[in-house]
């Protein structure tokens, strides 16, 4: 991972002891894209590579259709309470501050789906560092990704690895339109620190990732019926 995401992530982990002034998402989810389909494997056929992954360091969550484990991305006891409930999008909070779903391996077991393909996309949104805590502006502009298929065949595929640029994007903006949003969203003390910025990457502000998606698309073996389960992770950015 790049030099400046580690010196904000470092920074980030430091406000993790520090009140954090956040607010609500509000963006939605991409649209579907097209991909050739590859091979899955059942249950049976990789039961040996799932028990290979450490379980107190990854992310398993189980539906009825599919059991999906992410590799390296720990999950808070409670962030599964979800997976129960017959929702399309399923939260996942990670057990511990800057965590990311990135050059992870993705084990998936079904024996009720097939034509299985595996997506994802991330969104990036502006936070301001105060020497400790930290302003996210969620329910502000944001960056959402296209979905990206990943690789898959015998059941496993891998994130590639994000990069600076991917954690950088952002849609152009008045710097005058960000400035006030700061003011009004973050306060006076947070607008003292970027009153002078004439870009929203420069000094003590920044954009990061905060949440990554995970898309299992796939047809119904029982009916030929299509088939989506979208896993939200959430990237904590301060406590």
């Known amino acids: 991972m790049k030099t400046k995401y580690l010196s904000l992530l470092l920074a980030i982990l430091y406000a993790c002891n520090q009140p954090a002034n956040n607010s609500g998402h509000a963006d939605t989810i991409p649209v579907m894209v ?3 389909t590859p091979l899955v494997a059942t249950a049976s056929e990789i039961t040996a590579v799932a028990e290979k992954a450490a379980p107190d360091t990854n992310t398993t969550v ?21 997976e129960d409930l017959g929702k399309d999008t399923i ?7 800057g965590q990311l ?23 990036n949104v502006p ?12 329910d502000w502009k944001s960056f959402v990704s296209e979905w990206e298929v990943l690789p ?9 690895e994000l990069t600076e640029k991917d954690m950088s994007r952002f ?18 003390e947070y607008y003292d620190i970027i009153k002078d910025n004439k870009e929203i990457r420069e000094g ?15 047809l119904r073996k029982s009916d030929g019926r299509p088939y989506v389960k979208i896993l939200q992770f959430s990237i904590p950015i301060g406590c």
């Open 152 to 160: 898959f065949r015998n059941g496993i595929c891998r994130f590639r």
């Open 34 to 36: 097209k991909a050739d």
């Open 62 to 82: 189980s539906f009825p259709e599919f059991t999906i484990t992410v590799e390296g991305f720990a999950d808070e006891p409670a962030a599964l309470a979800q």
């Open 204 to 218: 003590s502000s920044d954009v990061t990732i905060d949440e990554v998606y995970i898309r299992v698309r796939a």
């Open 101 to 123: 779903v990135t050059n992870t391996r993705v084990i998936i077991e079904s024996d009720s789906l097939s034509d299985i393909l595996v997506d994802f996309c991330f969104r």
């Open 127 to 138: 936070i301001i560092m105060n020497e400790g805590p930290v302003c996210v502006m969620y």
């Open 91 to 97: 939260l996942i909070s990670p057990a511990e501050t």
């Open 171 to 188: 849609p152009e903006t008045d710097i005058g339109e960000w400035k006030a949003r700061v003011k009004k969203q973050c306060g006076q």
